[in-house]
Each structure stands twice: as structure tokens, then as C-alpha cells.
């Protein structure tokens, strides 16, 4: 008898304890249709108190949700599993000031995963139609945040909107995606696909990237990244910058992107820097097996990035820009000048560029293909489909 009280009692505690590790949000008073942030925010408070490693789930279904922060720091890793469709606030205005759709903070060895979509709205088109555009784009903060994330993956989520979603990471270490999927239409404006900040050691990889503006962009202060395997297009390619604008900008350095395709892309690989700039630095740039389809620019280092004439060309950018190794780059170019190398005045232009085996062809009315070069005298190894600039050519 007590024995079998023993055994009745252990099977129970176990079952609470298997119990304790799952959070279903269904269980949190989560319904189909139905808004869900207050399910969601008691779902994640149990889930990042559990002692043990926990899973926070979101079933299949189509889920509405206002604005969520997922604050950490939780006492176990935490897998949040989104097999559902979270869908976007109608009204931009539900999300106050200042405030992202859905916030990553502080937590540390976080998996966030399934085959999820974060629907970022398609009825603020809808609603766009009776209010003015700017004010549209003024409240519109549909952004996926991570910040202050550690040692955390991503992986299997779609994102998709039909205006201004971003993936913004600020403050991240470790942190990979892997079989992402950002989707925005060409056309929506300043949607980057993946902005990373003040970051180290991030992977994107096997990823598709679809949207109106960069791929994936960089700003100052971002460490070892590692992207690879994705396929950028529509949208501006993978951007490093623009840097210099602001004062104490720190510098980035490692980048290197491997196995990326562009398809259209308006920039395949992109440094930019404004003119009469703050100092700064890019360094460790891999740039390796990249493929390009009807790229504008395949290849561009830009040092007098000034958009809308807001800046002094004439005072040279003080961003420096060296150790920059691009590798076995091939496809089609849609401008003539298929390499891009517009470097500063300033600090003896760029310094150490390597460019070896290239072949980017151009077949259009504007000319021949040529590699363009400014304050910058690129070593040249291997096949070189054009040729490397000629020394006359590399005088500013
Ligand atoms: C969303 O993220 C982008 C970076 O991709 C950033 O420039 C923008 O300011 C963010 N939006 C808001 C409303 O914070
Ligand atoms: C980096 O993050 C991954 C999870 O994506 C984790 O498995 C790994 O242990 C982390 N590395 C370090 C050095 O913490
Ligand atoms: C950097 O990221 C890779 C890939 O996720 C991981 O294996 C490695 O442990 C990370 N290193 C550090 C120092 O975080
Ligand atoms: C290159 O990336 C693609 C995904 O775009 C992947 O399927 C392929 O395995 C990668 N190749 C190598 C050599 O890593
Ligand atoms: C360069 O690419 C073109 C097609 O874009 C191809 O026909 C040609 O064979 C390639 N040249 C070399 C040396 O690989």
C-alpha cells in the first residue's frame, strides 16, 4: 500500500514537473482570432521563471497581437515555438511611441523556432488608405527587436508585411539565424530585412531575404558576422554603413559574407560612409563566392554616401576603410562599372583590398564592363572578368 502511494505520488510529481517545463499559450487563455498579449505576457512569465529548461508554444492557428516584450533575464533556457500566425495590430497607433511590435531583451539562450509566420499587417494598407501616408509611416513600428540577446538561435520564422517590418538587433551576442525568411514587398520604403548594432559574433545563415530596402545592414560597433547562405532580393543587398554620421561610432570589424546569391538587388556588397564625417573604421571585410543576377552594383565601397544632398561632399569621410578581401565573385551586372571602389581622400583612400577571381559581366547599351577604382589600388589575384583598374585609373 504505501508503496503503491509512493509510486502514485512520484508518477504525479513527475507529470507536474513535465507539466511545469510547457507553457502552451492556449492554456493562458490564448484563443484562435482572438488578442493575445495578456496570454502571451502570463505565458512568459511562467516560462522565464521555470528552474528548468521550459517551452513556451504557440500552436497553429492565426493569433492577433498588440505588442509584446519577452524580458528576460530568465532562470533556463527558453524555447518559444511559434507554429502559428501572429498577426499585426490593424491601427499602427495600438503600439505607443518608442514601443516594437515584438521585443527580445535580455534573455540569454533563447530558441526561437517553428514554422511560424509574424504577419506585420496587411491591413495597415487598408488603413493607410484614410489617413496621410506620412502619418502611416511615422507610427508604423512593426519591428522584430532583439536586444541584449545572448547565445541564442532563430530559426524557421517567417516574417512578412506588407510595409515596414524590420529585424532590428541591437546589443547581441551570439546570436544565429538560420532558415529565416523576411519577406516585404520591393517597393515598401527603409524596410531593412535584418539591421544589426553594437553586436558580436552573429550568424545568418540559409536564410531568403525579400524586402524594399537593405538585406541586411550594419552599424557601428558590430563584431565577427558571419552571413552565409542567404539569398538577398528585391531589396539594397548587404550593407555595411552608413557610418561617420555620428560622433563616437565604433568600428566594425569581421565581417564576412559567404554563399550569398543576389537576385536584382540594387548593391550586392556595400561600405558606405557619409563625407565630412566623424572618424571611424571598417576593417576584416570577407567578401567570397558570391553570385549576382542583374545587380546595379555588385561590388561598392561608397565613401561619399550623401542621400538627398544632406551633407558636404567636398570635406573627404574620415571613416577608414582596410583589410577588405573579395573573392571569386561572378553573374551579371545592370551597370557597366560592375566594381565600385569610391574611396576617401582621406587616410590614403582604402588600403589593402584584395580582389581575386571575379567575373561579372554586363551586356547593355552603356559600355563595357569595367572595375572603377578611386583612392584605392587594389591587389589583384587570379581571373579577373574586367580586368583590374589600371594605374591611371586609380588616381582620383
Ligand atoms: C526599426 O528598425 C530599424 C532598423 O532596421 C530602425 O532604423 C528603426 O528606427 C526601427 N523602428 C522604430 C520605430 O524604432
Ligand atoms: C552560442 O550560442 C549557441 C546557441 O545558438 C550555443 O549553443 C553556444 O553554446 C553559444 N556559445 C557560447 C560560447 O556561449
Ligand atoms: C560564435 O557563434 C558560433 C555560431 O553560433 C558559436 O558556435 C560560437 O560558440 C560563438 N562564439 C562565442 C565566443 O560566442
Ligand atoms: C550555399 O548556400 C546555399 C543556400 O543558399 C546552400 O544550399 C548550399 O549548401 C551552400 N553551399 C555551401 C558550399 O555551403
Ligand atoms: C564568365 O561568366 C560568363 C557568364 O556570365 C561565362 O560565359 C564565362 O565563361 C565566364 N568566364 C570564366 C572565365 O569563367
Redesign the pocket.
Known amino acids: 500500500m504505501r508503496s503503491i502511494s509512493c509510486l502514485v505520488f512520484a508518477v504525479f510529481a513527475f507529470i507536474t514537473i513535465v507539466q511545469a517545463e510547457v507553457f502552451d499559450i492556449t492554456n493562458f487563455g490564448a484563443k484562435p482570432d482572438g488578442e493575445i498579449s495578456q496570454a502571451l505576457n502570463d505565458a512568459w512569465a511562467k516560462a522565464c521563471a521555470a528552474i528548468e529548461p521550459s517551452q513556451l508554444i504557440i500552436p497553429k492557428g492565426r493569433f492577433l497581437l498588440n505588442v509584446v516584450e519577452f524580458k528576460g533575464p530568465c532562470k533556463a533556457p527558453i524555447e518559444i515555438k511559434i507554429d502559428g500566425t501572429l498577426v499585426g495590430p490593424e491601427d499602427p497607433a495600438t503600439i505607443p511611441k518608442g514601443v516594437q511590435w515584438i521585443t527580445f531583451s535580455y534573455v540569454t539562450g533563447m530558441t526561437l523556432s517553428g514554422s511560424g509566420m509574424l504577419d506585420g499587417v496587411g491591413a495597415a494598407m487598408a488603413w493607410a488608405t484614410n489617413v496621410p501616408k506620412a502619418a502611416v509611416k511615422a507610427t508604423l513600428q512593426y519591428n522584430l527587436s532583439f536586444n541584449f540577446v545572448k547565445d541564442s538561435l532563430i530559426t524557421g520564422i517567417t516574417t512578412k508585411d506588407s510595409k515596414h517590418f524590420h529585424v532590428n538587433l541591437m546589443t547581441c551576442t551570439n546570436v544565429t539565424f538560420d532558415n529565416f525568411h523576411v519577406s516585404a514587398p520591393a517597393e515598401s520604403p527603409n524596410t531593412d530585412g535584418i539591421h544589426i548594432g553594437w553586436s558580436k559574433n552573429i550568424t545568418i545563415k540559409?536564410s531568403v531575404i525579400e524586402t524594399g530596402d537593405d538585406c541586411i545592414s550594419i552599424g557601428d560597433g558590430c563584431e565577427s558576422l558571419n552571413i552565409e547562405?542567404v539569398?538577398c532580393g528585391p531589396g539594397h543587398g548587404i550593407s555595411v554603413g552608413s557610418l561617420g554620421k555620428n560622433t563616437g561610432e565604433k568600428p566594425v570589424i569581421g565581417v564576412n559574407v559567404k554563399?550569398c546569391?543576389f537576385v536584382g538587388t540594387e548593391n550586392g556588397v556595400r561600405i558606405k560612409t557619409w563625407p565630412d564625417s566623424q572618424p571611424g573604421e571598417v576593417t576584416e571585410m570577407h567578401f567570397e563566392d558570391l553570385k549576382m543576377e542583374k545587380v546595379n552594383n555588385p561590388i561598392i565601397i561608397e565613401q561619399e554616401y550623401c542621400p538627398h544632398g544632406e551633407c558636404v561632399k567636398e570635406k573627404p569621410s574620415l571613416v577608414k576603410v582596410h583589410n577588405v578581401y573579395i573573392k571569386n565573385v561572378v553573374g551579371t551586372a545592370n551597370t557597366p562599372e560592375v566594381v565600385k571602389l569610391r574611396c576617401s581622400t582621406a587616410n590614403n583612400g582604402c588600403e589593402n583590398v584584395h580582389i581575386s577571381g571575379i567575373n561579372l559581366t554586363y551586356d547593355g547599351p552603356a559600355g563595357k564592363a569595367i572595375q572603377e577604382c578611386h583612392n584605392c589600388k587594389p591587389v589583384y589575384e587570379g581571373e579577373l572578368n574586367p580586368p583590374g583598374c589600371t594605374p591611371a585609373a586609380s588616381a582620383a
Do not use: D
Request: glycine content about 20%; charged content about 20%; aromatic content about 0%.
Open positions: 540559409n547562405g539569398k554563399n546569391t
